[in-house]
């Protein structure tokens, strides 16, 4: 049991928020290539703890991206951050095929990695990696079709850390989302 003094896991995890746009991208790049692995980047914004994804940006869709290939994307996407005053906030990835009773789908090798990379090179602290279940597309499209990852430190050891599945509590829609413009409006 933990001690009044050290922050349970959940108060370690982020706040992660989204916008419809982003996860809309992530989730038809997914549905257009349901038999592919694809992997892609998120854009947005990183405050304290807090991640605020407001763009995904489809970048493979195929067998895993080779590193030349992943190198020059990850040029061009810093360049598109930087130019629309936004910050690589974390990846998305979709394995092409996932058996159908994983329950989270588990973290793919080939994301952690891509992960990995965007940490070091990023100026916050959090990054997040979408692992969009292809399974739960097909079978639920109603429901949620992926799993929050964040990089989370240990209490005991904040020198050591994990990538564990953000509570669902912690992810939300962006409050812009949430409104609707009349026909014609905007």
């Known amino acids: 049991m933990a001690s009044p003094s050290t922050p349970s896991p959940v108060a370690l995890q982020p706040t992660v928020t989204y916008s419809s746009s982003a996860l809309h991208a992530v989730v038809l790049h997914s549905i257009r290539f349901l038999a592919l692995q694809v992997d892609g980047v ?32 990850m040029i061009q996407v810093e360049r598109f951050a930087v130019n629309n005053s936004l910050s690589l906030v974390g990846v998305y990835h979709a394995a092409s095929q996932l058996p159908p009773s994983r329950d989270p789908p588990p973290l793919s090798p080939i994301a952690r990695m891509i992960a990995e990379k965007v940490l070091s090179n990023s100026e916050g602290e959090q990054v997040c990696v979408i692992e969009v279940d292809n399974h739960a597309i097909r079978v639920s499209p109603t429901s949620a079709p992926f799993v929050c990852y964040s990089r989370i430190s240990s209490p005991a050891s904040p020198s050591t850390s994990k990538w564990l599945p953000v509570d669902p509590i912690s992810l939300s829609l962006s409050p812009e989302d949430n409104q609707m413009e009349a026909p014609g409006e905007g």
Do not use: C, S
């Open 42 to 73: 998120l854009l947005g914004h990183v405050n304290g703890k807090d991640i605020q994804v407001v763009k995904a940006i489809p970048l493979f869709h195929g067998p895993g991206p080779l590193a030349p290939m992943l190198q020059l994307a």
